[in-house]
């Protein structure tokens, strides 16, 4: 079966097993000759035609047609000095069923045409008489041809359903990486929202305890400076678990995998999709506008007056996280470039035309970087803060544009489509 499925023009050392092959055949007809049967038993001519006609299937693979030219050549005169049929007919059947198994249809065709013409005149001219005779001859050349065609399709098939396995397993692999590209994706998305959040709040929060202690050092406000450190404190907490929960999805491939584990050949897709199994199983609740509300407060707490208004209900667990990550960045841009100390934050969440829409406007004084992100009156740096905003957004299907305010500011406007129940990966 490996012999017959195996496409016979590409298969390895196919010359030297077609020489073993034609060999074999050769001493096959040698034993036919010397059992004796009908006709005249070879001579040194006929030994020499027959011989010489196996001598081109050692070629069989590569020229077929002229192969089968090469047996006929020595086989026709053969058959026509009156020496023993029997010994060729292995020959002629392996060069004929080459033909047919290598080629097109319409080459089996025409091959059959030119073998079964002069067959089928030449018996009639030496033996007019054996008529069923002819048509026996003509019967077994068309069942050999039409084994070749039969075992070409069949070839093909199984070439076929290689080619899908082979595809199959291909698109795994490829479905795998791009999975795991984007869980990646997703969490320096989280990482970039946690730290730059946590670290302007915490920045603001050590600017304000700085201008208490320096303001007026002799009516000292401690209840200022303990509740200013308390904020930086809370929300090094807050900060420093949600990094122990991204930094365990980032070890979850090798709790998965195995650090040091050889996965063996042929395991490259179920570990990359263990791996994002695994952090899946790891990633835990995600945010979503209930927590809007701490979020304000730590706005409030960065000492802007934050503004919020939600109305919407039954948020798709997906879009609710990128709602919360697109308010959180975009508070944490206020915040941070905004430039003002009565920095007031206006940040609306509602529904409308099965989206939801998302509006957080400040009236800071932060300008335009020339590409539509945010730079403020001592940065002039941009960041990624605009660009993660984008990616959460385009993760649920939806969109989001930010620029300066129609006023003054800074305005980040987002919809979300409310129809993908899928959740963000």
């Known amino acids: 079966m490996s012999a017959i499925n195996r496409e016979p023009l590409t298969a390895p050392h196919r010359t030297r097993n077609d020489a073993v092959l034609a060999l074999c055949v050769a001493v096959l007809a ?157 969490m320096a998305r989280d990482l970039h929202d946690l730290l730059a959040h946590s670290i302007t709040l915490i920045g603001v929060q050590t600017s304000v305890a700085a201008h208490v202690l320096t303001a007026d050092p002799e009516r000292l406000d401690r209840t200022a400076v303990a509740q200013a450190l308390d904020d930086i404190a809370g929300t090094c907490r807050i900060a420093r678990g949600e990094l122990r929960t991204t930094l365990e999805v980032l070890r979850a491939h090798d709790t998965v995998v195995g650090v040091g584990a050889d996965p063996g050949p042929g395991s490259v897709s179920g570990s990359v999709s263990g791996s994002v199994s695994g952090a899946e199983d790891m990633r835990g609740p995600l945010p979503g506008i209930d927590g809007l509300a701490d979020l304000a407060e730590t706005g409030r707490v960065a000492g802007a007056k934050v503004e919020l208004s939600v109305r919407a209900d039954d948020i798709p667990p997906s879009v609710g996280a990128a709602a919360y990550r697109i308010v959180q960045e975009a508070l944490t841009n206020a915040v941070r470039h905004g430039g003002r100390e009565d920095l007031t934050v206006r940040v609306g969440l509602w529904t409308a035309d099965g989206a939801l829409r998302v509006s957080v406007r400040d009236d800071g004084t932060g300008g335009d970087d020339g590409s539509g992100g945010r730079v403020g009156p001592s940065d002039g740096t941009p960041g990624f803060g605009l660009i993660g905003m984008r990616e959460r957004a385009r993760s649920v299907g939806g969109t989001l544009d930010a620029g300066p305010g129609p006023a003054e500011g800074f305005e980040v406007t987002a919809t979300l489509p409310l129809s993908r129940e899928d959740e963000v990966r």
């Open 30 to 186: 040698v034993a036919l000759a010397r059992t004796g049967g009908e006709g005249i038993r070879p001579d040194h001519l006929g030994w020499t035609l027959l011989l010489a006609g196996h001598l081109s299937l050692v070629w069989r693979r590569r020229r077929p047609v002229g192969a089968l030219l090469g047996v006929a050549a020595c086989v026709a005169p053969y058959h026509a000095l009156g020496y023993n049929p029997a010994p060729p007919i292995p020959a002629t059947v392996l060069a004929l069923y080459t033909v047919a198994a290598t080629g097109a249809v319409r080459r089996t065709l025409l091959t059959g045409v030119a073998v079964l013409g002069p067959t089928a005149i030449g018996n009639g001219l030496t033996n007019p008489m054996g008529a069923l005779e002819s048509l026996e001859i003509s019967g077994w050349i068309i069942a050999v041809l039409f084994i070749g065609i039969d075992v070409r399709y069949y070839r093909r098939y199984v070439a076929s359903i290689v080619e899908r396995a082979e595809r199959a397993e291909h698109t795994r692999e490829e479905e795998a990486r791009r999975r795991v590209a984007e869980e990646r994706l997703r």
